[in-house]
């Protein structure tokens, strides 16, 4: 079976968990570099970037994980997540690292704080059927994306823009809203098929 870890450090990681077994997944907690190791793999969950950020460090995790990601390990980053895999952040801490798995400039909060938070329809690329109903809490954004990146879904923000909220590069995967809270495997399902095919 597809063994699909979910970076758990902080945030919402039996969420995950339960989204990837839903979509066929094993879905083991991964703290230790020993567990980043056997993974096909790896969800890195909502939560609070910076906090997640300085806990890859505390954990030792940093260096094992660019080196899964630069051999082509799938990642699938949601909101906090997509923040990490960017390969530049805005309003971010000055001394944050970003992981560098998608050529994408992201915008923490851009959409506001948690009274913000709000709920869309989205239609996403590579899921079928009705569109995805996509929740947004204090959620970045894509500020600009690199040759290589796919736009998967965009939306309004307040400022009368359009941002790109989910995106493909390669192997990595990475959206600005949640889709572990909604009972909607779709997301999930998508990216296990992504790890399936990178074998």
């Keep these: 079976m597809t063994v699909i870890g979910v970076l758990a450090l902080q945030g919402d990681v039996r969420e995950h968990q ?47 994980l660019r080196q899964r990601l630069a051999d082509g390990m799938p990642v699938y980053g949601s909101c906090a997540g997509m923040i990490l895999l960017a390969s530049t952040i805005l309003d971010g801490r000055p001394d944050q690292e ?14 506001g704080r948690q009274v913000d938070s709000f709920e869309a329809d989205l239609a996403v690329a590579g899921v079928d059927g009705d569109p995805i109903r996509a929740v947004f809490i204090r959620a970045p ?14 939306v ?24 572990e809270v909604t009972g909607d495997h779709r997301v999930h399902a998508l990216f296990a098929e992504m790890v399936r095919a990178a074998g």
Aim: proline content about 8%; overall charge negative; charged content about 20%.
């Design 141 to 154: 954004w894509v500020e600009s994306v690199g040759d290589g990146v796919e736009v998967l879904a965009s």
């Design 18 to 64: 339960s989204a990837l077994e839903g979509a066929g997944a094993q879905a083991p907690a991964v703290r230790r570099p020993a567990e980043l190791a056997v993974l096909d793999g790896l969800v890195i969950p909502g939560g609070e970037s910076t906090t997640i950020d300085k806990l890859i460090t505390t954990f030792e995790l940093r260096e094992p």
């Design 156 to 179: 309004t923000g307040p400022d009368g823009g359009t941002h790109p909220v989910a995106v493909r590069q390669g192997n990595a995967l990475a959206t600005s809203f949640h889709p």
């Design 98 to 111: 970003p992981l560098a798995a998608i050529d994408m400039t992201v915008r923490r909060n851009a959409f």
